[in-house]
């Protein structure tokens, strides 16, 4: 099959030579790196655009903290839902960014030696180079310097359960500086944004109201502005059809808009889906369904990966006068629970309590559901007053310890498309591998950890908590990856080892869809390097010197 990407610039008259659909970590690289050779870029973002000082004071704040347009509220915190799992994503100019826990990780040898795309190079090493440079344009500092209560707990929990040589402070995306002060650009010699240190006030996930955090507009989207590339916010992208001609046709109408959709079509030779693995796998399924991206593979949708995730937790009855719970940044420390069981501590600030909403009493995930609602209801009858100081939100931050879990496990969901009173919405089913976990008796095993140290260091009573879905046996991810995966060919993905979609080789996945399997960690700085590597192999603009083959397929 003849590339179509190549020399797309030429073949047609395009109103931008790329649009890169999303503006997280992998949409962010891609607006820098092209617009640096000399491409003409605009970058469709269906969230809003943040100033500091317009992020939510706390996560009581529901229009500016959550995503529902439609209801009045452009937040950064999206939520949504499958058969199989809860997903916590990010929306906004610099996509998950924005609400992410500035954590990043290198994930661990057994990701880059995943069958799936193991035989196509030797990842550990070609991605090296990559993590370095995304390590330095995201500002990471390898260790967290600061410890308190919280760090202390987590390493006496790791210790507890006979794994304490595995524990270690958390690489973090943070300005540290000098708490609360204003400094010109620490990181780009002067080219990015004043920064302003870190407070420590524990709202990073609610979005740095500081200018401490480093966000994608602190770094990539603010270089590529600064180079030329056009950041169009509060856009949804409806449609990328590919022209008779070369390129595509890239429909976007306006975020959450019932009336006045205000829809508008673009030309481009060459496309970037970078909008989350949720946004990418919607438009790739419908695209392919409507037939206007007729030749993606029918492997869409396979290898979606959760990163076999779960959060849980302990929760204090009362705040722990002692213990200064919700001071630091979300997450700072880390243990191993076993060689494929990763356990992070996460932390809100003071008065950012909505998501204690989500907590539950813990209950066994191997029952079936009448014994979980079961037991649920006789912990609560046995003791109703504890159980309702634990599941009060008041003070919830400053009360709790969120234990987030991650498993290197080959294990997968596969998604698809089915009608809904009329609509043509996404569902899941279990995929390659084992299945997808409904929960982690890893998770429950550090959580109840967590809390017997949290007690014994504070002098509170403390119990380990789940979550509601969990009950129901529906995990939480906040790290929802894959189904359009890096493959040796259509038969096994949607995209080459240069992140070409099959079929439609103009067409680029550069984001967490393309990840083929498990990281175990974070997979923001994963994301980021991957990103790093596709740009690296794209041609100066007008450049015939293309090192990457045609696209046989």
């Known amino acids: 099959m003849a590339d179509s990407g190549r020399n797309a610039r030429q ?37 809003r655009r943040f100033e500091d000082e317009d992020f939510a004071k706390t996560s009581w704040d529901v229009r500016r903290y959550l995503w529902a347009p439609a209801l009045g509220c452009y937040g950064i915190q999206r939520i949504h839902r499958l058969p199989h799992v809860m997903i916590l994503a990010g929306a906004g100019v610099g996509g998950g960014s924005l609400n992410y826990a500035n954590t990043l990780y290198q994930p661990g040898g057994a990701f880059f030696t995943d069958p799936q795309w193991n035989a196509l190079a030797n990842w550990d090493a070609e991605l090296s180079p990559h993590y370095r440079t995304a390590k330095r344009m995201l500002g990471v500092v390898e260790r967290y310097p600061h410890s308190g209560p919280v760090e202390r707990i987590m390493a006496g929990a790791a210790e507890d359960l006979g794994v304490g040589s595995t524990f270690r402070r958390a690489p973090v995306g943070v300005w540290f500086g000098r708490p609360g002060e204003r400094t010109p650009d620490p990181f780009f010699e002067g ?53 008779a001609g070369g390129g595509f046709a890239v429909t976007s109408e306006r975020s959450g808009a019932w009336l006045r959709r205000d829809r508008r079509t673009v030309r481009a030779g060459q496309v970037v889906l970078a909008a989350g693995t949720w946004g990418t796998q919607q438009l790739l399924h419908r695209m392919k369904h409507s037939g206007a991206l007729p030749r993606v593979s029918d492997a869409v949708g396979r290898l979606t990966r959760t990163n076999s995730e779960a959060l849980d937790g302990a929760i204090a009855t009362r705040v722990p006068t002692s213990l200064d719970l919700a001071k630091g940044v979300a ?21 950012s309590n909505l998501m204690g909403a989500l907590a539950s009493i813990m209950v066994p995930g191997d029952v079936p559901l009448g014994r979980r609602l079961g037991g649920l209801v006789g912990r ?4 109703p007053i504890r159980q309702l100081r634990l599941g009060s939100l008041r003070r919830w931050s400053e009360r709790g310890i969120i234990a987030l879990v991650m ?54 009573p403390a119990e380990a908590r789940g979550s509601w879905p969990e009950v129901f046996g529906i995990p939480l991810t906040a790290h929802f ?20 979609v099959w079929g439609h080789p103009g067409l680029h996945v550069v984001d967490g869809a393309a990840v083929p399997a498990n990281p175990g960690v974070n997979p923001s700085l994963t994301i980021t390097a991957l990103a790093e590597r596709a740009m690296s192999f794209w041609p100066r603009a007008g450049d015939d010197d293309d090192e990457r083959p045609i696209q046989q397929a």
Request: aromatic share 6%; glycine share 12%.
């Open 11 to 47: 073949s047609a008259p395009f109103d931008e030579d790329v649009i890169v659909i999303g503006s997280g970590f992998g949409g962010s690289v891609s607006a820098l790196r092209l617009v640096e050779k000399g491409y003409r870029v605009r970058v469709y973002e269906a969230g």
């Open 481 to 500: 990856l894959g189904g359009a995966v890096i493959s040796a060919s259509p038969a096994t993905g949607v995209v080459d080892r240069y992140h070409r």
């Open 191 to 243: 080219e990015g944004p004043d920064r302003t240190g870190c407070t420590l006030c524990g709202n990073c996930m609610v979005g740095c109201r500081v200018g401490a955090k480093n966000t994608l507009m602190k770094n990539y989207l603010a270089l590529a502005e600064r180079r030329g590339a056009v950041i169009e916010p509060l856009r949804t992208v409806t449609e990328v059809c590919e022209l």
């Open 380 to 383: 609560f009858l046995r003791a």
């Open 407 to 460: 498993q290197t496990v080959d294990n997968s969901l596969t998604l698809s498309l089915r009608r809904r009173f009329g609509r043509l919405v996404m569902t899941s089913r279990q995929g390659h591998g084992e299945p997808n976990p409904s929960y982690l008796p890893q998770a429950h095993r550090a959580a109840a950890a967590i809390a017997a140290r949290m007690q014994k260091e504070g002098g509170v």
């Open 331 to 351: 997450i700072t420390t880390s243990f191993h629970v076993d060689e494929r069981t990763h356990v992070e501590n996460v932390r809100y600030g003071p008065g």
